[in-house]
Nanobody
Framework: QVQLVESGGGSVQAGGSLRLSCAASGSTGRINCMSWFRQTPGKEREGVAQLYAPGDMTYYVDSVKGRFTISQDNAKNTLYLQMNGLKPEDTAVYFC?????????????????????WGQGTQVTVSS
């Protein structure tokens, strides 16, 4: 089993920045694809960014390209999402998720149902 714990959410004004963290523990050798999703009430969970560990390949949804950066600290088993230039439409509960993928493309294209492990979520609120 793998446990994921997010932190770093909060409330900021538009244009501000936040950094989310996701600490992984347990059988971390079972995962090589880690992602950030977000969800607002009444909407499906949306993939925001993915990181495929072999080669540190990263992928982003168009709406966050150039503003968000996904990264990892292997020594700390922690995944990050640096969010700059935040907009009110970025307001959501953000989740980290992890799975084993056989390639970067499978990591980038994975749906929420493909992920085996999820964190509890952290709220991000951006005011105008």
């Amino acid at each position: 089993q793998v446990q994921l714990v997010e932190s770093g959410g909060g409330s900021v004004q538009a244009g501000g920045s936040l950094r989310l963290s996701c600490a992984a523990s347990g059988s971390t050798g079972r995962i090589n694809c880690m992602s950030w999703f977000r969800q607002t009430p009444g909407k499906e969970r949306e993939g925001v960014a993915q990181l495929y560990a072999p080669g540190d390949m990263t992928y982003y949804v168009d709406s966050v390209k150039g503003r968000f950066t996904i990264s990892q600290d292997n020594a700390k088993n922690t995944l990050y999402l640096q969010m700059n230039g935040l907009k009110p439409e970025d307001t959501a509960v953000y989740f980290c998720a992890a799975r084993w993928a056989i390639g970067g493309g499978f990591c980038a294209g994975a749906r929420p149902s493909d992920y085996d492990y999820w964190g509890q979520g952290t709220q991000v609120t951006v005011s105008s």
